[in-house]
């Protein structure tokens, strides 16, 4: 099994190539999404090394005037004391502006990261075919773009301040204390190594652990997101005491995990400050008898002293930089495979440019499945003539949907070609062919937002004058504007405002707006009343003139205005005729029609 | 999705609040951290004991400095460096009791926390889910509870702590020598007005961005759930476009809110720095003037040095202290939120229910519907007697499916009552209820688990396999249908996906509805059931569902004459009133509207009248 994309995901026994593999390309995406904002990573670190160098001055200052200030004034000579106390004032107040300006720099600069991986996910996300969606699951990429991102922010927010702001420190507390004292930079310098081993235990420790974080954390989500998506079943079924202990399971595990993190911090910590302060004893010691020597002024002692606790004062803050890089770094992982995840139905390389329509659909040997070994849809070749209206009939489960995702390349084929006036879909521009095909699902989705929201998304730039107009053309204007906003009522979620017929009329309303070449409706009107699916019918007979249209419906009603009629069994199209011709023989298509004659009153 | 700036119900951007307020809004954890409190105190003393010994550490670095070694005597040495050693190994392991005392029960509290919110979600009426969008939820049961973790494992503890130490540190400094100590003092005078006027101003930016975030999260939950919409219309880019201006909103309030940080940040540098610079000036000229030994000076620094970092760690330790409350804030709108849907006192049972389901002058009206507007369920009467199936004709939107929803209490009527074998349904726990009553919604709501298992999920009896288990499901099975789930890769095992999406819309509401009938229930309520049926199949299961029929109340809703056909009699659903009741033909001889609803055979022969005359 290989951990490329998101495969592999959830697994936690990585090898150390894998192991390797995934960090190189999570670092590589951290790396890209710094690159944009180098320049101003380049002045926050200017900014920091000035304020930092500031900062560490004040020892220093503190060792000059009293070894210096205090014999000086003793001579009643306020000099140096003066001086020492402007300077110490002045690089104080210069160290605190740089940081407060740093602070908001270094936010500019995590913002623009994240802004960056947000819109890259999203897109990433919109990208990715249905396939890749049904296996992932909506509660998974959900929760990669939140609480991993996060996780990221976490580091970015705190993180990067402690670790630049921290090493700096570290390193100018360091080259001050060899400065002031070459003996005392020994010490510290031999401290380096047993910190440098903790570390090293900690970062092969907690890795691990983070990447269960991350999976425990997102089956949190997706049992969180389902429960809340199906809560009429929820409720209907009571089913709430049984999702309680599923998700208590979930939640003790996801506890479980940041409670072991949390313990191997607590030895890191706890560790780090125990190595500082035993450097600083070792300091003490080391410069005790040198200044009982006469060998080092107590003023440098104390300074050392006082260096060298300094040092290891961001000791705490670097360690959990550490940490949230460590998290971060394991919700980079999971990002950077989703990212890097090959979309199933790709935008062409060179994409064929197709600027009107005449809307002539064509199945060139196609077969396809949806998993390897269920053919849903065998082996066939079939020709759409442009302007035709085509009604798809058969039982359901048939595969009259699945053929309907074929022609607007919610999938490709698994064997043959789709054409659309000719070109490959594969082949055409993403843009021409969304144009030119537009398909009304079965399930009615719509977003929160108002009602004209909803409807423009056939069309982002329409007036509203042109919603409206697409609104009656369907039949929606009438119920639309009884809603106590109209057009500008909000849906709510999943357009739970609205009844089910009224979801399916904006649906259509949307399909209306888009005015494509090709236009599939899939059951478009099953949740109708009759006389607003006459309503519906009547429109459609003017809408349809001039396109292409495949209209999938179970009342044969519809199947009045075809020109031509499709009749679908096990994937299979059994019949091909016009209605009457249909209607008149003898086959399926008959027997149904009269079933369904039958059926009305 | 939204192109117009997303509403969330709780609209209060809280009020600029005072400090008590953040005060009471934290104590409010208190139930759930209450098990943890021991812990907790225990941990603080331990943070408090490692804080005094890195506070004593300058002390013994006095004494010698000032002692032994200003007379070159080195014999003190040895002990001296033993002390700072022991003192820095208890600091290292005060530190070390602290985490071990403190960070594991915060996570039980935010394990309790997340679970009652669950639970509290998933017991909230339909209504309250109907307004707030998902993502708020989202945001509230993951990043706001993972904040206040942190916050009460780390941000509480080190800030009563920190506090703790630098008044310490200030007593010592006083006691050291006053007039240093004073200016110490005065200076950080401008740190707490400033810390007053950082409270009000941060903790509206700190809930916008959370609101914000939440947003956020509901954009993304859409454009994924919403997925086939958007690509069926090629919209990714333009969804991109309008989630990204969302995300620029939040980028915009980050920013601010990191501005407020700096603010903070800067007084708590420039503060000790000048102080630092204040004392030294003084304290060489005490010096100068004998008042003070350089020991004492020293020593003075090295504890003034240790207060620093508590200083400077002020300012995250609020703004944590801050974004907490304002994540504590989210999490009780959810909780306090009253459940107006909730089982009664002293409820009543139905032991073996006949399922007699009467509707007794209903009233409804959704709650954001406007005065002007008449109530949606006008004084609906309709009784159902055992074993009788009702059809429920309208038009679409006349209110229907609210009808059904108002049987299991999805909604509660506003007046008039809907009774069970004369019992108020109110009266029932809602629990039992809905073991008497089971639903099939017009869209299928399946769960991504198992066929078997969203079949039984009305059964929780059947969660094991059994013979009986395996009974029910085939049974309910084949009253639907549904046999085709046999031929899926793992027949019954066979998981459905996500909300069901990877069966076809009939197969869909094939489980749906055998779902229903699987659940056993005294009255079944099935909301347009075989919409995306052919008419083949249709009349398959109309026909099994007969037999279930004959014993069993039902409540259909339909659309079409064949729906109808199931029903023993009708009713039609007119302007919020039943307006007429009866058999199929009865209503088509005597209600016109009802033949404007249900009828499309006139229309039909139009259709082929017209046909006929082109074809002469
Ligand atoms: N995403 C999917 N993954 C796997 N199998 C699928 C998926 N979608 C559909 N199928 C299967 O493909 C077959 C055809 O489904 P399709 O949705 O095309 O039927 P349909 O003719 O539209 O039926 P209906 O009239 O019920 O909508 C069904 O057996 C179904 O179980
Ligand atoms: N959650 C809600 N909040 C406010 N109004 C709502 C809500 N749900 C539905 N409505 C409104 O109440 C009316 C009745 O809706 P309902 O879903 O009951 O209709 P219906 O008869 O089932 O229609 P259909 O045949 O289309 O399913 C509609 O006008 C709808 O806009
Ligand atoms: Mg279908
Ligand atoms: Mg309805």
Not at chain 1, 92 to 119: E, F, H, N, P
Not at chain 2, 1 to 24: C, D, E, G, K
Not at chain 2, 273 to 297: P, R, Y
Not at chain 2, 597 to 610: G, K, N, P, Q, W
Request: aromatic letters at 8%.
């Amino acid at each position: 099994m290989s951990v490329i994309g998101v495969e592999g995901e959830e697994r936690l026994d990585y090898t150390k190539a894998e192991s390797a593999q995934i960090r190189r390309r999570s670092l590589r995406l951290l790396g890209s999404l710094l690159f944009p904002v180098r320049w101003s990573v380049v002045v926050a670190m200017l900014v920091v090394v000035v304020s930092t160098a500031a900062q560490v001055a004040g020892p220093a200052l503190i060792a000059y005037g009293i070894d210096k200030g205090l014999p000086a004034l003793l001579e009643q000579d306020w000099v140096p004391l003066a001086a020492t106390g402007v300077i110490y004032l002045v690089t104080g107040i210069t160290g605190a502006l740089l940081i407060a300006w740093y602070t908001v720099l270094s936010a500019r600069i995590s913002q623009a990261v994240l802004i960056d991986l947000r819109k890259r996910v999203f897109l990433q996300t919109q990208r990715l075919s249905l396939e890749f969606h049904e296996s992932y699951t909506s509660g998974r990429i959900i929760s990669r773009q939140t609480s991993d991102l996060d996780a990221i922010r976490e580091l970015l927010d705190s993180g990067i301040n402690q670790l630049v702001q921290g090493l700096l420190y570290m390193a100018f507390t360091g080259i001050a204390l060899v400065a002031l004292d070459g003996v005392s930079g020994l010490v510290l310098l031999v401290a380096l190594v047993p910190l440098l081993a903790l570390t090293r235990w900690f970062q092969v420790r907690s890795q691990h652990l983070f990447r269960q974080s991350r999976t425990a954390s997102a089956s949190l989500i997706v049992q969180f997101v389902e429960t809340m998506t199906g809560i009429r079943a929820v409720k209907a079924f009571r089913t709430e005491k049984r999702n309680e202990g599923v998700f208590g399971k979930l939640v003790e595990s996801y506890r479980l995990v940041n409670a072991r993190v949390i313990q191997l911090f607590g030895v890191f910590d706890p560790g780090l400050i125990l190595i500082g302060n035993v450097t600083v004893a070792a300091v003490l010691l080391v410069g005790g008898f040198r200044v009982a020597d006469g060998q080092l002024a107590i003023g440098a002692l104390l300074a050392a002293l006082l260096y060298t606790r300094r040092f290891f004062d961001p000791m705490e803050e670097m360690a959990m930089f550490y940490n949230s890089y460590q998290s971060a770094a394991a919700a980079l992982e999971k990002i950077s495979g989703v990212l890097e995840e090959q979309p199933g139905v790709p935008d062409p390389v060179t994409p064929v440019d197709l600027w009107t329509s005449k809307g002539a659909v064509q199945f060139d040997n196609v077969q396809f499945e949806y998993q390897a070994d269920r053919v849903i849809l065998p082996h066939f070749s079939l020709t759409l003539e442009p302007g035709q209206t085509i009604a798809l009939v058969g039982s359901t489960g048939a595969g009259k949907s699945t053929l309907a995702k074929l022609i607007s390349r919610f999938y490709d084929p698994s064997h043959g070609r789709v054409l659309l006036d000719g070109v490959d879909l594969r082949d055409l521009h993403p843009k021409d062919l969304r144009r030119a095909i537009v398909m009304v699902t079965q399930e009615a989705y719509l977003f929160s937002g108002s009602v004209a929201d909803n409807i423009a998304i056939g069309k982002p730039e329409a007036t509203r004058s042109e919603i409206e107009a697409a609104a009656r053309a369907v039949g929606a204007h009438d119920f639309i504007v009884g809603l106590p906003g109209g057009y500008d009522t909000d849906v709510n979620k999943r357009g739970g405002r609205v009844s089910a017929g009224q979801r399916q009329l904006i649906s259509f309303a949307r399909a209306f707006l888009a005015d494509p070449a090709v236009l599939i409706l899939d059951e478009a009107t099953s949740s109708l009343d009759i006389p607003s699916e006459r309503l519906v019918q009547e429109a459609l007979q003017t809408l349809l003139s001039d396109r292409t249209a495949v209209i999938i419906a179970h009342r044969l009603s519809t199947v009045a205005i075809a020109d031509r009629v499709l009749v679908m069994e096990n994937g299979i199209i059994v019949e091909d005729g016009t209605p009457d011709m249909l209607i008149s023989g003898t086959g399926r298509f008959a027997r149904l029609h009269a079933a369904w004659r039958e059926s009305l009153v | 999705m939204t192109t117009t700036a997303p509403q969330h119900p709780p609209h209060s951007i809280p009020t600029p609040a005072a400090r008590s307020n953040t005060f009471r809004t934290l104590l409010r954890l208190y139930p759930y951290a209450k098990p943890a409190l021991p812990r907790l105190g225990l941990g603080m003393l331990a943070a408090l004991l490692a804080s005094l010994v890195a506070l004593a550490i300058p002390q013994v670095l006095q004494q010698l400095v000032d002692g032994a070694l200003s007379q070159g005597d080195t014999a003190p040495i040895w002990p001296a460096v033993l002390t700072v050693l022991g003192l820095g190994v208890l600091e290292a392991g005060m530190i070390a009791l602290r985490r071990w005392f403190v960070l594991v029960p915060g996570t039980h509290i935010e394990s309790r926390m997340r679970n009652a919110l669950y639970a509290r979600l998933q017991d909230l009426p339909v209504t309250f889910h109907d307004r707030w969008p998902s993502g708020q939820l989202l945001s509230r049961a993951v990043s706001d509870l993972n904040m206040i973790r942190r916050w009460i494992s780390f941000g509480l503890v080190l800030l009563v702590v920190n506090f703790l130490t630098i008044i310490a540190g200030v007593v010592i400094l006083l006691s050291m020598n006053w007039i240093l100590g004073v200016i110490f003092l005065v200076c950080s005078i401008p740190i707490w007005i400033y810390g007053y006027v950082f409270e009000e101003k941060y903790s509206v930016i700190a809930r916008r961005s959370q609101d914000q975030s939440g947003d956020l999260a509901t954009a993304v939950e859409e454009s994924v759930h919403g997925i086939r919409v958007l690509k069926a219309f090629g919209r990714g880019s333009f969804a991109l476009k309008s989630f990204a201006s969302q995300a620029e909103e939040l980028r915009g309030t980050e920013i601010e809110k990191a501005r407020a940080i700096a603010g903070i940040w800067l007084w708590l540098l420039l503060v000790p720095d000048v102080a630092f610079a204040l004392c030294l000036v003084s304290g060489v000229w005490l010096t100068s003037q004998g008042q003070l030994s350089v020991g004492e000076l020293v020593a003075f620094f090295a504890t003034a040095t240790v207060l620093r970092f508590p200083v400077e760690s002020i300012g995250f330790l609020l703004s944590m202290t801050f974004d907490t409350r304002t994540a504590t804030d989210r999490f009780f709108d959810i909780l306090d939120t009253p459940n107006t849907i909730t089982d009664p006192p002293r409820p009543v049972t139905i032991t073996s229910p006949r399922g007699r389901l009467a509707f007794e002058n209903v009233h409804f009206r959704y709650a954001d519907s406007p005065e002007r507007f008449p109530d949606l369920l006008d004084g609906v009467n309709l009784v159902l007697e055992p074993g009788e199936t009702m059809a429920l004709v309208g038009l679409t939107g006349s209110g229907k499916s609210t009808l059904t929803a108002l049987t299991t209490r999805l909604y509660d009527v506003t007046d008039g009552s809907v009774t069970l074998d004369g019992v108020d349904v109110r009266a029932l726990r809602r629990d039992e209820l809905r073991r008497h009553i089971a639903m099939a919604f017009e869209d299928a709501t399946l769960f991504s688990a198992s066929v078997r298992d969203n079949v039984l999920l009305g059964r929780p009896e059947f969660a094991e396999r059994s013979p009986q288990a395996d009974a029910a499901l085939a049974e309910a099975l084949q009253i639907a249908q549904a046999a085709f789930v046999h031929d899926l890769p793992n027949g019954v095992d066979t998981l459905v996906g996500e909300e069901g999406m990877s069966l076809s819309g009939g197969q869909r509401q094939r489980v749906a509805l055998a779902r229903a009938v699987a659940a056993a229930p005294a009255v079944l309520v099935l909301d347009d059931p075989l919409s995306a049926l052919d008419v083949n199949t249709e009349s398959l299961v109309e026909a099994a569902l007969r037999r279930v029929l004959a014993s069993t109340t039902a409540l259909i809703v339909a659309h079409r004459p064949s729906t109808v056909m199931l029903a023993d009699r009708v009713a039609l659903l007119e302007a919020g009133r039943i307006t007429a009741v009866g058999t199929h033909s009865e209503l088509l001889a005597t209600s016109p509207h009802y033949k404007f609803v249900i009828s499309s055979l006139e229309d039909e022969e139009r259709r082929e009248s017209e046909r006929a005359g082109e074809a002469l």
